[in-house]
């Protein structure tokens, strides 16, 4: 497993934003950082579970196993995974994926549900898919309603949490979400102690509904680990930032890894993807201040109104089975 570095108790915020950035490659090739109160050193790259089901699915499993693969020999040892992706399909591939190399990785993946009896169902079925007696993270996924936080403590989704920790099937507890900061905060006031937050992290975001503003520091203070997503944008395949303005994936990826974060969950659908995010991760340094001011001023006026991030600004990228959850139709 990955290397256990507890920081001493109590450190400021000042410290503990030195200490996420921080970095030791461990030999792995790429640099690692902490996962917040964890200890946890995990890879600066998380490979997106949905998108390597995609390449299963649309090319062959073959091709999304040598992907896979590839991403731990090049120290990318941080996974990610759904319950909901592809029906399950995901999960299912990466367990066949995983064979063989299972402590070669920290394995993340989501809860889908609000309520006791469907967390169970969705540990018990991720557990069997990804062939494992573990998860390294759980994570709530898509606390994107107003009233997620209340359903999740209210409703038994966190109690049994904890009781999957206890049991040891789940090592520590998470929540993610990409609608609204708001949401977010009043998660991490709810008084329980999260690993971990994921949210979307790009240079949009720094002028619209902005995470890195109002959540990262509130993460940075309560020491949760910050993992960050949709660093691209929100479009087709997530790529409408570089496909649809000036600023490049390779600003965006370079913005997102000089914030704060523990690690970037990045969809790969090719092995040129997947080895140009590894090039800039050897060795990464955080960008400069005239080279953030650049991308800002690239970034800025078309980044006001959620035109690059329709997963703030629309229900279109809200999963169905939230929708319907929620009353809206799916």
Known sequence: MPRTNRPPSGPGLGALAAQLVQQDDEGRGIPTRRLGRTGEQVSILCVGGAHLGRVALDESEAQATRLAHAAVDNGVFFWDNAWAYHNGYAEEFMGKALKG????????????????????????????????????????????????????????????????????????????????????????????EWASSQMPINPMDHFYRSFEKEVVPLCLAKDVGVIGMKCLGGG????????????????????????????????????????????????FRPLGVEEREEIMALAEPVAGDGRHEHFKSTQRYDSPIYRKMHGFEA
């Not at 993270?137 to 999740?152: G, K, R, S, T």
């Not at 965006?252 to 997947?274: H, K």
Request: charged share 30%.
């Open 101 to 192: 190399r299972r402590d070669q990785v920290f394995l993340m993946t989501k809860n889908s549900g609000r309520d006791e009896a469907f967390s169970r169902q969705c540990l018990d079925d991720s557990l069997r898919r990804l062939q494992t007696d573990r998860i390294d993270l759980w994570q709530f996924h898509e606390a994107n309603y107003d009233n997620d936080p209340e359903w999740i403590f209210d409703r038994g989704g966190l109690k049994f949490a904890l009781e999957a920790q206890k049991a040891g099937k789940v090592r520590y507890i998470g929540f993610t979400g990409h609608k609204h900061p708001g949401i977010h905060v009043k998660m991490l006031n709810k008084g329980y």
């Open 236 to 283: 087709p395949r997530e790529a409408e930032i570089p496909t649809e303005t000036k600023v490049t994936a390779e600003m965006c990826v370079r913005w997102a890894l000089s914030l704060p974060v523990s690690s970037i969950v990045r969809g790969y659908l090719s092995m040129d993807q997947l080895m140009a995010d590894v090039k800039i991760a050897r060795g």
